[in-house]
């Protein structure tokens, strides 16, 4: 069965919007070929092992990517892992699905697209997983216009050599992998002109958000996944990087999000500042998202992914000095917006979305008190 992975917070991003955490209307779906923006990000050159810095060289598929418009049939030449899909309309939508093909032809049932949570509340769209499918059909949703959909491989392309830690990488004792370990193209964050697309902009810490990607649980390849939501929101979205300061997978792995810089940890200035990124439309400044991989509305996460997120969580907590169980007043920075929210909150605790399932939603209680009490 075809699942959805949000968007993330609306539309493309100016440099004002992003450190106000505005919301825009969603852009033109853009494919990412070998030659764009080539003139930016470092050098993705060179042999394979350890390079006597600190590091050693692996080798990730480069992403590849088409894009189309419409309802019409879509094939690509290499196998599609992801297809985003997006629209534009003012009033809720309902309906629409797609209908993937195989390499002979073989067409499988019609899906729905699915309301992905928090795609209409946040203004993107949906990712769904495609299963190495060879094509692909849609149907719009009704009262939708503009539709749009973007086929994604990030796991067969050309090899893409990339410095990694050779030890492993912490957050305050948690362990995580940085963006290089999962394969990061960092050339996604800047423009063909060579300029970043979203710079850096830093304020103190008010809040944790809690989210999920509503993909498919019992994921194959998670990193895979994590480059591909990547792709969506640097690109397609056009907010120059992933909306997320941190990931979790199944298997507890906690992935590095929104670039932060080279001089502090991850999501923070060397100040302990947090970077401002994507993941709740106009509240982004000040509030720190972490997103579960799968979908999270008729079970809970797995033992070992609520377990890193109890330490991701109670680190930052700790590093912070804030009560988990608090409430309290987020106030942005920018633009001086505030709404009362847990220091601990869901996605749907700031607008109507779904975000991060029922039933993770109902489990926050258990990770706040999980929180506190490692604090005592």
Known sequence: MARRTLLGAAGAVAAGAVAAGAVIAPPVLAATG?????????????????????????????????????????????????????????????????????????????????????????????????????????????????????????RHGPGRKVRVPTDPTRVRGVEYLSRAAWGADEKLRFKADGTENSPTAFYPFQTVTVHHTAMANDDPDPAATVRAIYQLHAVTNDWGDIGYHFLVDEEGRVYEGRYSGDDGMPAHDKDGKVVTAFHVGG??????????????????????????????????????????????????????????????????????????????????????????????
């Open 34 to 154: 070998d030659s764009e923006r080539a003139a930016a990000g470092p050098d993705d050159t060179g042999d394979t092992g350890d390079t006597g810095d600190g590091t050693t060289t692996e080798t990730f598929p480069r992403t590849r990517a088409e894009a189309a418009n419409g309802e019409g049939p879509v094939e690509t030449a290499f196998p599609i892992g992801y297809v985003g899909v997006t629209w534009d309309s003012t009033d809720e939508t309902t309906g629409g699905g797609i209908r993937l093909r195989d390499a002979d032809g073989g067409r499988g049932t019609w899906e729905p697209l699915g309301d992905g949570g928090c795609s209409v509340a946040n203004g993107g769209g949906v990712l769904i997983a495609a299963g190495q499918a060879a094509g692909y059909e849609l149907r719009a949703p009704d009262g939708a216009t503009g539709l749009r959909s973007l086929a994604l491989d990030t």
């Open 283 to 376: 509240f982004n400044s000040g509030n720190l998202g972490i997103a579960l991989l799968g979908t999270f509305t008729e079970q809970g996460p797995t033992e070992p992914a609520r377990d890193a997120l109890t330490r991701l969580v109670r680190a930052l907590v700790r590093l912070h000095g804030v009560d988990p169980l608090a409430r309290v007043t987020y106030t942005n920075p920018v633009n001086g917006v505030r709404k009362e929210v847990p220091e601990i909150s869901g996605h749907q605790d700031w607008m109507a979305t779904e975000c991060p399932g029922a039933v993770m939603y109902q489990e926050l209680d258990r990770l706040r008190t999980s929180v506190a009490a490692a604090r005592r």
